[in-house]
């Protein structure tokens, strides 16, 4: 079974998010978007072994906490998409784009595995499926495990809405698109866990999406 932590990082409150397997206590991070504390004592004081790092994508929100997550963890490995290193290495000048000013973000190193559509990513005795869901960002990902019906959704699909394709290298068709496809062909009763607000389920956000129904 897998467990889900969340924790909320920067400004924006995004919604970190540490996951472990109960059996082996192996863990993953989603999205350390801010450096936090509470990642790193949650981690140790769960006695978790962190194993990988996950990007949905590489804004500042998201990924701004990576650096100091590894600086405690220094054999996790850091999945990401290979097309977003402008990102990972431009958090402040993206953040005074934005007029937001988080001294929680910094910019994050270059992943140690390039994210694929497809890939799988153990977690202990379960795994996680890579899902390519370009839109709000070029290398969008979202991350689906079957067996507890989870979804992590970044900033693809939220409860009652869609993530911006205002920003650099966003597209709304392809949002559209990517959630139709990727998302909307899960199981009903998988839960979303999204980037910022609250969960929400497929069925859920099929019957009631504005952006869909
Ligand atoms: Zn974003």
Redesign the pocket.
């Known amino acids: 079974m897998i467990n889900i932590k969340n924790i909320n990082v920067t400004c924006l409150m995004q919604h970190a998010r540490v996951l472990w397997c109960d059996e082996t206590k192996e863990a993953l991070v989603v999205d350390p978007g801010g450096i936090s504390n509470e990642i790193v004592d949650f981690i140790k004081n769960n006695k978790l072994k962190l194993e990988k790092i996950l990007l949905t ?1 590489s ?1 500042f ?2 990924c701004g906490g990576v650096s100091y997550i590894l600086k405690h963890f220094k054999d996790a490995k850091l999945f990401g998409a290979e097309n977003e290193k402008n990102f990972r290495q431009g958090v402040k000048e993206m953040m005074f784009a934005v007029q937001i000013f988080d001294e929680t973000c910094e910019n994050s190193p270059e992943p140690h595995v390039f994210l694929e559509d497809s890939m799988q990513i153990s977690l202990g005795k379960e795994k996680f499926i890579a899902l390519a869901t370009p839109g ?2 070029q290398g969008g990902f979202s991350f689906y495990n079957e067996n507890n019906k989870i979804l992590i959704s970044g ?1 693809t699909l939220f409860r009652g809405s869609v ?1 911006r394709t205002d920003f650099i290298g966003g597209n709304y068709e392809a949002i559209l698109k990517s959630i139709k496809e990727k998302l909307f062909v899960l199981p009903d009763d998988t839960i979303v866990y999204p ?1 910022h607000g609250g969960n929400t389920t497929i069925k859920n956000e099929k019957l009631t999406n504005p952006y869909f129904i």
């Open positions: 994508h804004h929100d998201h709000h960002t900033d993530g980037g």
